[in-house]
T-cell receptor, first 116, second 109 residues
Framework: ETGVTQTPRHLVMGMTNKKSLKCEQH?????MYWYKQSAKKPLELMFV???????ENNSVPSRFSPECPNSSHLFLHLHTLQPEDSALYLC???????????????FGPGTRLTVL | GQNIDQPTEMTATEGAIVQINCTYQ??????LFWYQQHAGEAPTFLSY??LDGLEEKGRFSSFLSRSKGYSYLLLKELQMKDSASYLC??????????WGAGTKLIIKP
């Protein structure tokens, strides 16, 4: 496997379910990101991890819970979601988070989440 | 506040040239990125500009003017596969990427 992978690619869940999204990067990067992408809106940064430490949480509701066990893996745990949380969830990685070209982010294919 | 503006949608003809503009107002500047995103797929990196001027990569070129808060992506010899959304993003002084909403480019035969 190369690049950034995400599973599952599609997820349908009820508001009372608990599920997890998984991201894995094979690029040797040290920073990983979760984004939410809704139709016709800019990408919304949710969480950032740099060298396994969470460095940003952009006012994300607590029903979204990230986990970064190592520099290659990132999870997003979901519980008690709302229908408005339906979106494409993208994971990305970069060499690190220090400004400039090394912050170029490489994205996974995303998980299309539908909350019923 | 921080803001990135780019046109919502553009249409061009196969074989032609198209220029997609991006203007920005951010707290500091550490570089500007262009990404391509085909429908239902991940954004893929196209270019990075940090100094004023034109960067050329094959059929794609990206221009930056920091004094004007302006960039454009130039696509030459358009092909049908270039139909996609093009995202402009600026890294601010806190290393945060500020994203535009994207420009949907439609290529017609």
């Amino acid at each position: 496997e190369t690049g950034v992978t995400q599973t599952p690619r599609h997820l349908v869940m009820g508001m009372t379910n608990k599920k997890s999204l998984k991201c894995e990067q094979h690029l040797g990067h040290n920073a990983m990101y979760w984004y939410k992408q809704s139709a016709k809106k800019p990408l919304e940064l949710m969480f950032v991890y740099n060298f396994k430490e969470q460095t940003e949480n952009n006012s994300v509701p607590s029903r979204f819970s990230p986990e970064c066990p190592n520099s290659s893996h990132l999870f997003l745990h979901l519980h008690t979601l709302q229908p408005e949380d339906s979106a494409l969830y993208l994971c990305a990685s970069s060499q690190e988070r220090a400004g400039g070209a090394q912050d170029t982010q490489y994205f996974g294919p995303g998980t299309r989440l539908t909350v019923l | 506040g921080q803001n990135i503006d780019q046109p919502t949608e553009m249409t061009a003809t196969e074989g032609a040239i198209v220029q997609i503009n991006c203007t920005y107002q951010t707290s500091g500047f550490n570089g500007l990125f262009w990404y391509q995103q085909h429908a239902g797929e991940a954004p893929t990196f196209l270019s990075y500009n940090v100094l004023d001027g034109l960067e050329e990569k094959g059929r794609f070129s990206s221009f930056l003017s920091r004094s004007k808060g302006y960039s454009y992506l130039l696509l030459k010899e358009l092909q049908m596969k270039d139909s996609a959304s093009y995202l402009c993003a600026v890294e601010d002084s806190n290393y945060q990427l500020i994203w535009g909403a994207g420009t949907k480019l439609i290529i017609k035969p």
